[in-house]
Structures are given as structure tokens and as C-alpha cells.
């Protein structure tokens, strides 16, 4: 791509030789102990390598179980320093398996399991009002609204306040009052909007007020630590922002009706939020809806401990039950109105669909969740496999799409539909 193209598609610099920006993970590729055979994984590959020569997304990382086995782990790209308007001098960092990333919205995937680990210990009830454990919410009329709307989207409260200073993000008590003082859009739970980052706020207060410890605490407690991840937390230790890998706002800008929806789900103009999520403050921060940070390697771990029915390496981290109700479908295909686009909807996580959905062609049962757009990150127990292909990039929309497509639909393409008495997970 000539340097007026991506001027004009502003994309970062994509050299010819893609082997010069790549990772291989080796020896933690074992695609021949599941009989994945090698075809399958260039096939894999090259539609990931097809997706980089977009320029959309400077740095990625893949990590792809089939039946628990790694099959593939790599990166490509560059963590800093090859964005579309970084200086052709600028100190370029590569890539690698290990560059912890923010996961942005995928992070909602696993503040909603916590929630559901909290009502297998019996410290909530999901049906309850949020305002059972803490009252202050009950106002403006929100005293009906429910744990399980919140997780389902449908809390009525999609969207912090309009003109709400960006700093407020990472001052959980004044963001917790504005909150508490929000007239909901509605209460009855009727309709899908989705919570961009206000229902992460909701759930780490009731998860605080029941366990008296922090959701950092928490998380670490029960999932980063028993599962053995290096990174996996809310924001990011000081000493290692210099490892974050830099977000970049990439392709061309959005315009009307496509700025408007941008605008209405993350609150503002998407190069305003290229600058807040790589302002320390925000790395720093805790937001459970949006800056969980951690490895492609990491989050497909996650997924696959879902898979596994709530076990990782012999280890139990959750109820099989517990998985099932964070994965079962709540109410019909419908509109999101917020993203404008027909969703399917568990208690926090999205879900596919037939003939076709959000994680390909027959993923009925797939679930997962998608990061500022480009994330995804799901599992399938049809085709017995964990997926996460994360990114630094966040064009909206551009020439990338059809690649993006045609990576989930390589990926459902090369692992075929299995047996329903063969499959993790079957869903009635």
C-alpha cells in the first residue's frame, strides 16, 4: 500500500516480508496431538496475515484451541511505534505472544462470570433489584432494576450522563453517584441497549458491597491466580504501562449515521478515545466493562475453561451450572439500541446465531464477546474450539471488514460442525 493510500485509509506500514513482524509461538503449537492438519492451520494463518495487510491494526496476537490443545499462537505487527501517525523514526516495538493488550469490551465477558460466581456462592441472587445490596440505586426510579437486566443489557441506563467530564471514568465513587442519580430509559427490561461501560460500574459495587473486598481481589482470588495468568487485570500496574501495547484509532473516520453510533455507545468521537485508553489514568484505572488487560493467550484460556465446563488444568473454577446460566440465551434477537444491529443476548455475553451470527455461519451455541469492534473472542461448543484474535487497532469501517469476515468464517469453515453427543457444553 503506497504511502497516499494509507494516508487516505490511515493505516500503519505494512512491510512485504510479513515474516520480519511475526511471532511464532513453537513450542506451544501442538495442532498434531487433536489431528488439526498443517493445511488447516496456514489456511487459519493466512487469513489472520490477510487481515494485518489491511494497515487497520498495527499489532495482533491469535490463540486458537481445538478439543483444549493449542493449535496456534502468534503475533504479528508491532505493540507501539507503526500507527498510522507515528514518525517514520519512532522506536518501533514488536509484537509478541506475551505484550499484554487491552481486551476493551471483551473484558464484560469476565466481570460477568465473576457475577455468576458470586450467585453460586450465594451472595447474590441475579434476579434481585441491585438496589437489594445497595439502596442508593434505587433512585430515579431504578429500585426494580435487576443484577440480571444489568448483565443483559437491559438496565435501562446504557450510557453515563451526557457532558460527563472523561476523568469521571476513573473516579468510581463520583461515577457510582452519577450512576445512582440516572433517570433510566426504562425499567421493565423489555428492550436491549448496550451498556458500554456504565453496567461494569453497577456490578463491581454490588460484587464489593457482598464480598467486602475489592473486585480486583476478587478476580484475583478466583480466576487470575487459580489459572495461572501473568497478566489478566483491571488496568495495569505503573511499572508496567512501558509493556501496554498502544491503542490506535485507525481507518477513516466516521461519519454520520456511523460517528452518531460511535458517539451514542462509547460517549465520544473515536479519536478522543484513542487519547483517553492510552492515558495512564485510564491503564491505571479499574473499569470492569473496558480495560481488563491481558494476552490473546490469556482470554482464549478463559474461553476454554468455559468450554471445559467451568475447569481449567484439573482445576474447578466454576460450577458446570454456573457457565450454563452465564451462557444461556435471554430473550429473543433484537435490535441493540444502542449499536443498531440485531444481537442475541446471555446474562454478559454475546452470542451467535443461525444461519449465521456474530461468531459465524451455524454458532447458535457459540458465545463470547467482541472488544472495541475488532476483538473477538469467543468459544463454540459445536466445533469444540476457543478463540482470541486481539488488536491495537479500532477502524469502525473501512476496507478490513471483509477480511475480519473472512477470518471467522475460515476459522468455522476448517472445524465442521461435530456430533451433538460429542460436543462440551450441549445446549438443549
Not at 503506497?2 to 506500514?13: D, E, I, P, S
Not at 509484537?95 to 458470586?118: E, G, N, Q, R, W
Not at 469502525?396 to 472445524?415: D, E, M, Q, S, W
Request: some cysteine; aromatic content about 8%.
Amino acid at each position: 500500500m503506497n504511502r497516499l493510500a494509507r494516508r487516505a485509509l490511515h493505516t500503519c506500514k505494512v512491510p512485504e516480508d510479513l515474516s520480519t513482524v511475526t511471532a511464532y509461538d513453537n513450542a506451544n503449537e501442538h495442532p498434531e496431538t487433536v489431528g488439526v492438519s498443517a493445511d488447516t492451520i496456514d489456511a487459519i494463518w493466512h487469513s489472520v496475515e490477510a487481515l494485518y495487510r489491511t494497515g487497520v491494526h498495527p499489532g495482533m496476537q491469535l490463540s486458537l484451541r481445538h478439543r483444549g490443545e493449542q493449535i496456534l499462537h502468534r503475533a504479528i505487527g508491532h505493540a507501539t511505534g507503526n500507527g498510522p501517525d507515528d514518525s517514520a523514526d519512532a522506536l518501533k516495538t514488536p509484537m509478541t505472544t506475551d505484550t499484554p493488550v487491552c481486551y476493551f469490551s471483551a473484558s464484560k465477558a469476565v466481570t460477568a462470570l465473576l457475577i455468576h460466581m458470586l450467585a453460586e456462592q450465594g451472595l447474590v441472587n441475579l434476579t434481585d433489584p441491585v438496589c437489594y445490596y445497595c439502596p442508593e440505586f434505587a433512585q430515579s426510579g431504578k429500585r426494580t432494576i435487576t443484577v440480571h437486566q444489568v448483565l443483559s443489557h437491559r438496565g435501562g441506563i446504557p450510557a453515563i450522563p451526557r457532558d460527563t467530564p472523561i476523568d469521571v471514568l476513573w473516579d468510581k465513587d463520583e461515577i457510582w453517584r452519577l450512576l445512582c442519580e440516572a433517570k433510566p430509559v426504562e425499567v421493565d427490561g423489555a428492550k436491549v441497549a448496550y451498556h458500554a461501560v456504565t453496567g461494569g460500574f453497577v456490578l463491581q459495587r454490588v460484587l464489593e458491597k457482598v464480598t467486602g473486598q475489592s473486585i480486583e481481589q476478587y478476580l484475583d482470588t478466583h480466576l487470575r491466580q487459580p489459572m495461572g495468568m501473568t497478566w489478566f487485570t483491571y488496568g495495569i500496574a505503573p511499572e508496567h504501562l512501558h509493556q501496554l501495547a498502544r491503542n490506535y484509532a485507525t481507518g477513516p473516520t466516521p461519519r454520520f449515521p456511523v460517528s452518531w453510533v460511535v458517539r451514542r455507545a462509547l460517549g465520544s468521537d473515536i479519536h478522543t478515545v484513542e487519547q483517553v485508553t492510552n492515558d495512564p489514568r485510564f491503564q491505571e484505572a479499574v473499569i470492569p466493562a473496558g480495560n481488563l488487560c491481558g494476552t490473546a493467550e490469556e482470554m482464549g484460556r478463559f474461553f476454554q475453561m468455559m468450554l471445559n465446563g467451568g475447569v481449567w488444568n484439573g482445576k474447578r473454577i466454576c460450577s458446570e451450572l454456573t457457565v450454563r446460566r452465564a451462557i444461556q440465551q435471554f430473550g429473543s434477537l433484537q435490535i441493540d439500541r444502542t449499536m443498531m444491529i440485531p444481537m442475541r443476548f446471555s446474562a454478559g455475553l454475546m452470542l451467535g446465531g443461525n444461519p449465521v451470527g456474530l461468531w459465524g455461519p451455524q454458532s447458535r451455541d457459540a458465545f463470547g464477546h467482541i472488544g472495541l469492534i475488532n476483538k473477538l473472542c469467543w468459544a463454540d461448543p459445536a466445533r469444540d474450539i476457543s478463540v482470541s484474535l486481539v488488536n491495537t487497532g479500532f477502524p469502525i469501517v473501512g476496507h478490513h471488514l471483509p477480511a475480519l469476515a473472512k477470518f471467522v468464517y475460515t476459522v468455522c469453515n476448517r472445524f465442521p460442525l461435530i456430533p451433538e453427543h460429542q460436543r462440551p457444553l450441549a445446549l438443549a
